[in-house]
């Protein structure tokens, strides 16, 4: 199989892994995996809603599966116990695997188990949903909510190999999609920040074609996954561990995560809270004379485009909103840092010393 990507770790050659990009059906994907697999025992974390809507097409047996329910709350640490517990069950060694086969919070979750069960056996990624397709099932990122603060435990863990199927997106409701455009968008904003040798030019890509996107033009979508992961590539392989480079693809992080955090994992997609953190970002950096009037406008055109309100969500309780900040892993000694965009196409990070920001 002539993988569609390879993820190369230059610091660690094993760690090297190949991303393929198919629209084969489902039922073959999954005689992929069974074959890759063979001889092995396995746990298949799946999405309750993929396993509902392709159960004719997988071909496994009930007793490797965990299903888990759907939404971000399921993150967590009780289903992170129930996760390994079942590894034990099926008697997984060192030499078996995990497979992920959902959205983001699948892949986070049972990548997370993948990485501590013995201290870290094999993890392969299936993506289900937009998102997850162009970053959350690359780049090694594996984790689970706290209650009181978002992906606070979890450990830097690259798959073994990535299969994303361009057949799961057709089953993606509306809202589903806009979420993933919000992390796509994200992409087209930090481009020039990425240290890619190629050029995208992904901003003026999204204003040209969004009517045909929008309409889920497939070979579309597929160059959308390919320049999403190309573009985190480029970060992940120069900085796995989030010491520099890596912090650009926090655009709309900070804030966003708080927004999930304060209304308990509940109320908005992980996409749209990246939008809102974006947007607020903006906000601040066309008021600190960081970014053009002409720049913002532009940016604004394109959150609308991509179905997004332009007012801001509801105020919630704003030293609330600040603290869950303050505990956010990418603060520093309780000072606030985000990332900001500082030109077109292009961001940097600051510490926030003036808090009016979240007045705005
Ligand atoms: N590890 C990383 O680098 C990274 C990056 C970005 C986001 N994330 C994490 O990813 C999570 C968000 O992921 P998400 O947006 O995929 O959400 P999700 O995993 O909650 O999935 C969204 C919904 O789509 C449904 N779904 C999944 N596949 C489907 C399909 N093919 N057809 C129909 N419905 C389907 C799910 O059941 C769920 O209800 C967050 O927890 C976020 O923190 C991680």
Partial sequence: MKPSILV?????NVKSYPIYIDKEPVRDLTKKLNKLSSGRRRLIVISQKVYKL????????KDEIFILKDGEDQKNL???????EKAIELGLSRKDLIIAIGGGVVGDLAGFAAATYMRGIELIQVPTTLLSCVDSSVGGKTGIDLPYAKNYIGAFYQPK?????LNFILTLDKRQMLSGFGEILKYAFIEGSCKSEKTYLLLEFLSIAADRILENNINLIERLIKICLELKISVVTKDETEGGLRKVLNFGHTYGHA???ITRYKKYTHGEAV?????LAFDYALETKMINQTY?????????????????????????LINIMKYDKKSNA???TMILPNRKGSVTEMEITDETLFDM
């Fill in 8 to 12: 190369e770790i230059p610091q660690d």
């Fill in 54 to 61: 392709y159960k004719s097409e997988f071909d496994f047996s």
């Fill in 78 to 84: 009780k289903n992170y116990q129930k996760i390994i």
């Fill in 161 to 165: 190999m990535v299969f994303i199927n």
């Fill in 259 to 261: 927004l999930e955090t």
């Fill in 275 to 279: 939008v809102y953190g974006m947007m």
């Fill in 296 to 320: 913002y406008n532009l940016a604004y055109d394109l959150f609308k485009k991509y179905g997004y309100q332009t007012i801001k969500p509801v105020k919630y309780d704003r030293e609330k």
């Fill in 334 to 336: 309780g000072v606030i």
